[in-house]
């Protein structure tokens, strides 16, 4: 479905990707897990070419491009195949919900309004906002616009959505609301890509978890494998400062996790972390 | 003599409105033509184009660097020649003293007033989160589209008020035409005073008018901005 391979990227002399290798099977959920800086998001925007890797190809389903040589036909043709949820929402501000979801598929898709309308309604009320058409994004909460962003990502019908740190800018009530959303997306087959650091919804919902640290995954494979046979050091720590900071994380700690610096004591329990 | 002939002044008015719409033909059709050229002039130093970018950065320094009423003798004086000049060298069957010096006031306004927009133009731009482009863009929309239909309509709403402001400033330059002989208001008055040898009142009269004017503009301008701002804010639900 998407094979990166070797994909690499600097902005100026800072090297943020040293040569990625990343594969999703269609119907997969993929959680990119790491501390900030780790090069995460920048993967994924440059799967869509919001950013441009400086070398490595990209494949998403039949379609292949080496991104040292992309032409504006590539990226056009990438950007069909994919969407994005971003951080901060970014809904078109000068368009209502229902516009919201409905410009894609009118201006991209030519999908004529009709038909547009009555799927973008569908979407809407599939996130939980069948009474918000009309409402503009300064008349909407961080939840309910987030929860449009996701609408206005499915209505696309992508082959794959990316979701850039989609619950980070929430309060932490309305947090539940948009990964329910999330469950219900991947539940329905669709293909994501996650960086998150909601570590109960990596746990719960992912098949497959890499964790990145110093533009390279150094760790991946089944959450059961990174969580609790944590292999790498770094991701040891990683996890030990998340379990540290957040909410009590499931899983025993790791053999030998009391000998890093600076780790504290794991949370106990199992999936203590429902919001 | 009267100190204030309240009669003379009140007969200037009919006269004065039949030269309105040369007034406002020069704002509206200048003003027009500034928004077009100021966009394009704003695009061409935000997306950095080589060459056209330091050129515009020139023209802008320039224009408003100089006074209104040099760079509208430059356009009377000046546009004849290079008219001339393509004539004589291509041939043009064209003249010169055929043009009306309204055209000269058209090419002088806009080229001042575009430059003052594209600033204006450039900086509403700018205060667009970019993340908007970037929605547009993963949605699959081209950059053209994302700046069309989501950037643009959200940069007018920053910029209006600012459009008023030099829409108000260019009623007011208008007055200037008068120097290449375009009678507009002001040289209506000056006409009607030489007249009645009544200069005080006459000015009075066309003070009275560009106020009203302007303020005309100004409640124009503020219904315009409810409307392209009612997505900012705690408006009324729009009825679909």
């Known amino acids: 479905m998407i094979k990166l391979d070797d994909i690499w990227k600097a902005f100026h002399h800072n090297q943020v990707l040293k040569g990625i290798d990343l594969e999703v099977r269609k119907g997969e959920v993929v959680v990119l897990l790491g501390p900030s800086g780790s090069g995460k998001s920048t993967l994924l925007r440059c799967i869509n070419c919001l950013e441009r890797a400086d070398k490595g190809t990209i494949r998403i389903g039949d379609l292949e491009v080496d991104t040292a040589q992309l032409r504006k036909p590539q990226i056009a043709a990438l950007r069909r195949k994919t969407t994005m949820v971003f951080q901060n929402y970014n809904l078109f501000r000068n368009k209502t919900a229902l516009e919201n979801v409905m410009e894609g598929l009118v201006v991209v898709q030519g999908i004529p309004v009709k038909v547009a309308r009555e799927r973008s309604a569908a979407c809407l009320d599939k996130v939980g906002l069948g009474d918000r058409f009309n409402h503009f994004p300064s008349q909407l909460s961080g939840g309910q616009q987030q929860r449009v962003g996701i609408a206005r990502a499915m209505a696309m019908d992508p082959e794959v959505i990316l979701f850039d740190e989609p619950t980070s800018s929430l309060d932490p009530e309305v947090v539940g609301g948009v990964l329910d959303v999330m469950k219900g997306l991947a539940r329905d087959g669709m293909t994501m890509v996650v960086v998150t650091h909601e570590m109960a919804f990596a746990r719960e919902v992912a098949n497959h978890v890499a964790f990145m640290d110093g533009g390279v995954i150094v760790e991946e494979g089944t959450p059961a494998q990174v969580f609790e046979r944590t292999r790498e050091l770094r991701t040891r720590a990683f996890l030990q400062r998340v379990r540290r900071d957040g909410p009590a994380l499931a899983g025993p700690a790791p053999a030998g996790a009391a000998a890093i610096p600076g780790a504290g004591p794991a949370g106990g329990g199992l999936p203590a972390l429902q919001r | ?240």
């Open chain 2, 1 to 240: 003599m009267k100190l204030f002939d309240f009669q003379f002044f009140l007969s200037t008015f009919p006269e004065l409105a039949r030269v309105i719409p040369v007034t406002l033909k020069i704002t509206i059709v200048a003003m027009l033509a500034s928004v077009v050229t100021a966009l394009a002039v704003a695009l061409v130093r935000i997306y950095r184009i080589p060459g056209l970018r330091q050129l515009a950065a020139v023209y802008v320094s320039f224009a408003r660097g100089t006074p209104m009423l040099v760079q509208i003798y430059l356009s009377y004086y000046g546009i004849p020649l290079v008219v001339q000049f393509l004539r004589d060298k291509y041939g043009w069957n064209l003249d010169v003293s055929q043009i009306p010096a309204i055209v000269f006031i058209y090419f002088a306004f806009t080229f001042n007033v575009a430059a003052y927009l594209s600033e204006t133009i450039r900086a509403a731009i700018l205060a667009i989160d970019k993340g908007q482009m970037e929605a547009s863009l993963s949605v699959g929309m081209s950059s053209l589209q994302g700046l069309r239909r989501i950037v643009l309509p959200q940069a007018l709403a920053v910029a209006l008020p600012s459009f008023g402001n030099t829409a108000i400033a260019l009623v007011k330059d208008t007055s200037l035409a008068f120097m290449i002989s375009v009678v507009e208001m002001m040289g209506e008055a000056k006409i009607l005073g030489a007249r009645g040898l009544r200069f005080f009142e006459v000015y009075v009269a066309v003070a009275l008018v560009y106020w009203a004017i302007c303020i005309i503009i100004e409640r124009l301008v503020a219904l315009g901005e409810k409307r392209v701002r009612r997505f900012e804010g705690l408006s009324a639900v729009r009825p679909s």
